[in-house]
DNA sequence: TTATTTATGATAGTAATACTATTATTTAAA
DNA sequence: TTTAAATAATAGTATTACTATCATAAATAA
């Protein structure tokens, strides 16, 4: 993790632990909007002080969850992809991976995967999309996300060496398995899949757009 | 435009008109984080209060300005491809008017559509990704972005009838055309533009994307 | 063991934000 | 010309996003 997102290492700690966990419970719960540090704090049983002795602001918290799923997902992705050979099949996997809402890892006790992935899906995108974008990257706050499209990139590469837009398309198909996922069960008339909250069909349809735009 | 938008109708005077086109101003230069009714009264010479009266908060300011751009695109779109019977051409059209960054139509004295366009890009997904999109969407607030969708979902089934995916592949369409302009510009390891702000390469990568899902 | 650093808890306080309310004044419609 | 509506001016509240201080408990070093 990128030591500028904190102020003292939350992994150090059990408060720092509980600032992590309860800190996913709640955007998931109320949205990044209406997650105050002072809710944070009553959350854990410590003060607003002591939140604000691991992190700056709330921007940067979220910025932190979101790089654990970053770094979470390329793991899971080195992991999963390690003894395929096919990129065919690697890339179905990582759509995949990217789509399905997963199940809470136990073995990361402080960390809801589950939660954490219904989070990239709300309230992703705020991590990077605010004023302060170029400040934040220059602090290197989004290397995980462009790691995880260069190995993306990588794999499509291998399907078809001349495709041209390997990062593009590894970058669309991270950000619409989030919102294709989103209209699904919010705004259901901007996609084809009803409100049936199977992922089965984004699955589909990303696939269908990948393949057919990847093939030579 | 929706009346459950707005308190008092903008359209209807000289302030409501002032508080649209400088909060667009505003906005666009600053971000919607920064964005406050106070800041915005001073801008324009008058109160707080006087803000109030005709939106609620700046959320639904911002839900109201980014529909005016969801209607005028689908003007635009209307007006573009009247006269066209092709509808790969027809497409095309969309594409380049989703991507491209528009001139200021100095028929509408109070919008400008230039600084709307990079607003979208920034801060569109916003008028939908909070935790009251159900309430939101219950109130109508996305109409104007369904029915686009449903226009371009007509158009690519034009192309193909057989297309599975028409609408979600036209909310990518329009999704993509905005994001993948920030990250050209942002963050353009997640793409294979350099950061040329030229937009002719998201055009011709959405292309290439869209004519190759939707080719039978 | 004691001394000392370090993390946490408890409390207070400030500036800004997101509003609501009241009254006076100007503008426009009946 | 009366009346209603819109606006300006001002004040005030609750919440948010912090910063600062001091006491205490726990860990660590001398």
Redesign the pocket.
Known sequence: MNPSLYI?DPE?????KNIIKHSIQLIHDNGF???????LAES???????V???F????KLLVYIISWYWGWIQFQLNYQTNNIKDPIVKLKKIITLLSTNVEDDITTGHVDEAQLHQILISEGSKAYLTNHVGKDNKQQFFQPYKDLCNAIGDIILECNPKYKYPHSLASTIFEMAHLQNFFMNHLPSLTDFSKSKNESDIIKYLEDLVFKSIRE
Request: positive net charge; hydrophobic residues 20%; glycine residues 12%.
């Open positions: 003292r150090q700690s059990e408060l720092g909007e209406a997650f105050t540090f002072k809710k854990i049983g410590t003060t607003e002080a002591g604000y002795r691991y700056e602001n709330k921007h």
